[in-house]
C-alpha cells in the first residue's frame, strides 16, 4: 500500500526558508493527487497545497501563494513543499497526504482532508 514520510522540518527564523520533502512508496499512477496539510495543538488540519501528478495543476491556500511552491519529482518518487519567507504563523506540524483516484480533485475539492486516503507521520516546522 502507500507509503509516505516526509522530512526537512526544522527551526528557523523569521524570513528564512525551508524544504520539506515527502518519499511517497506505491505513488506512481498520474492519477494520484497528492498535498501539504498543517495542523497546530487544539486546531484542525488545514490545507496548504496540492498538486495533481497528471498535469502538475497545483492549488494553494491564500495565506501561502507566492511563498510556497509544491513540486514533485517523478523520478524519486518524491513530492516537495519549498517554504520562502517564513512567518510565524507557519508554525504547524505538516503533513503529505495521498489520493488515488484524483477524478474528483478539483478547485472545490483539493483542499478537503477528508478526501485524502493515505497520510504520512508529520514534519515539524517552527518559525521564531
Known amino acids: 500500500h502507500v507509503q509516505l514520510v516526509e522530512s526537512g522540518g526544522g527551526s528557523v527564523q523569521a524570513g528564512g526558508s525551508l524544504r520539506l520533502s515527502c518519499a511517497a512508496s506505491?505513488?506512481?499512477?498520474?492519477?494520484?493527487?497528492m498535498g501539504w496539510f498543517r495542523q497546530v495543538p487544539g486546531k484542525e488540519r488545514e490545507p496548504v497545497a496540492s498538486?495533481?501528478?497528471?498535469?502538475?495543476?497545483?492549488y494553494y491556500v491564500d495565506s501561502v501563494r507566492g511563498r510556497f511552491t509544491i513540486s514533485q519529482d517523478n523520478a524519486k518518487n518524491t513530492l516537495y513543499l519549498q517554504m520562502n519567507s517564513l512567518q510565524p504563523g507557519d508554525t504547524a506540524m505538516y503533513y503529505c497526504?495521498?489520493?488515488?483516484?484524483?477524478?474528483?480533485?478539483?478547485?472545490?475539492?483539493?483542499?478537503?482532508?477528508?478526501?485524502?486516503?493515505?497520510w504520512g507521520q508529520g514534519t515539524q516546522v517552527t518559525v521564531s
Open positions: 497526504a495521498a489520493e488515488p483516484d484524483g477524478e474528483n480533485w478539483n478547485r472545490a475539492t483539493w483542499d478537503r482532508a477528508s478526501g485524502y486516503d493515505y
Open positions: 506505491r505513488v506512481t499512477d498520474a492519477r494520484f493527487c
Open positions: 498538486i495533481f501528478l497528471g498535469t502538475s495543476y497545483t
